[in-house]
């Protein structure tokens, strides 16, 4: 009879020696008591087989290379700011709208810094835009500034000493990385940029370790997506969201300062604040900016930026427009300038002036809110999908309709007088012939005499004549 775990085992274990034989073929095929020994033999081979080569065939290289292949060695650095390792991840909670909260937007991308030497997360962002050089930008100034206005800004209370300029930041290959504007950055304050080796994303196991600790506690907030769909279940994520991107910045902060901070740390022993006074105290406070460099600079020097025309109107950008007193001097030239903008307020971009000063264009409109600029795509997207709506569709097509019925009726009426016109014009004036006979009836006649006819009267008749 016909065994189907045998032949189950069979066919994989045949996939795994990568055996081809028409016997195999037969043996499946057909079946039998020969089956199962052949399945024995099978199952000796694979014993003997290298471990790394049978786990490869099975789930691949990189799945053999994790689990089997030797890395030993841990990354080490010798004082704060030394090396600063970046990535980003998608936030395991779903937010809604600041502006509408009946509107999902879905997850948040989440990026951070942390410092190899003490554990301490040193930058943050946090936005709806995917990863991208505007992310890491605007994490490296977060790194770069003091945390007291980012912490006031935030309405969150904690100790966050972490500012400097680190000799390192190290990242993976990915594009959001090789920025033009990251680059430009890095180079104008000294950062030197590295990139970790292709496929061998254990060198940011710092980073990614940091990242699986704050995502296990996003899975805690209404909305939470869990890490896959067993865990979920059958919970909607997005109708038990409640928190918009406005509440869930400044708590994911909080986490940082009040929780990760101040909580033991497996590898250090002791909390990553603790790790951060005593490396300080050991090494001296981490570099800093120069001095000529302000925190407007610093933004503006990481910033995305794009090329404008200015117009006597401002700065075209986004669909909006954009104005400073002192670009009035570039009202006609047809040189386009350096744009930077942030995208976290669509309200202000910048650039430098006639006389190399930094402007800050705001929009014209005053009633432009203070919206990111991906929550400003949505929200402009969202507008076009309910525009679309089948009834308004309906109604605008019958509009349509309509339309062309009213200008052909017009069209037909115009025509029609045109020729009743030309007929008029170009008719002979002639009566009707029953009418013009009624009036001949009534006109009295006239009784005339006639005329003699004198010798000059013939003459002049005559004279016109030749005679033979």
Known sequence: ????????????????????????KNLIIDGGYDCRYYAVFLNSLLERMDAAMLLKRRHGSKAAKYQLKPMPGHIEAEFPFECIQIDHTLADVILRSDDNRGLVLGRPWVTLAIDVRTRMVVG?????????????????????????????????????????????????????????ALQRGCEA????????????????????????????????????TQRDVRERGDYDSEKASAMTLGEF???FVNEIVTQYHLRLHRVLGHAPLIEWE???????????????????????????????????????????????????????SADKREIFFDPRDIRFVYLRGPNGQLLRAEVTRPNTPAISLWEWKADRAYGRRRTHDPALLAVRDAGLESRRIRINDAIAS?????????????????????????NAKNVEAVPTQPKSITSGDLNAIYDGELWS
Request: charged share 20%.
């Open 1 to 24: 009879g016909r065994h189907p775990f045998v032949h189950r085992d069979i066919r994989e274990h045949t996939k795994l020696l990568d055996i081809r034989s028409a016997h195999c």
């Open 124 to 180: 943050v962002y946090v936005s709806f835009d995917p990863p991208s050089a505007t992310s890491v930008a605007l994490c490296v100034i977060n790194m770069l500034l003091p945390k007291e206005p980012f912490l006031e800004w935030l309405g969150v209370e904690g100790s966050w000493p972490c500012i400097g300029r680190p000799k390192m930041i190290y990242v993976d290959n990915g594009k959001d990385f090789h920025s033009r």
């Open 189 to 224: 304050l000294a950062i030197d940029l590295q990139y970790r080796p292709v496929g061998s994303p254990h060198y940011g196991g710092l980073i990614e370790r940091l990242i699986g600790t704050m995502m296990g506690r996003c899975r805690l907030l209404p909305g939470a």
């Open 249 to 251: 910045r400044p708590w």
């Open 278 to 332: 005593d490396a300080t105290k050991q090494h001296g406070l981490p570099d800093v900016a120069p001095a000529c460099w302000t925190p407007f600079e610093l933004l503006v020097t990481f910033l995305p930026s794009t090329f404008r025309r200015i117009h006597r109107y401002g700065i075209e950008w986004e669909n909006h427009t954009y104005w400073h007193p002192a670009l009035a001097e570039w009202i006609g």
């Open 414 to 438: 115009t025509s029609k007088h045109a020729r009743s016109a030309a007929r008029a014009t170009h008719s002979r004036n002639q009566q009707q012939p029953s009418v013009a006979f009624d």
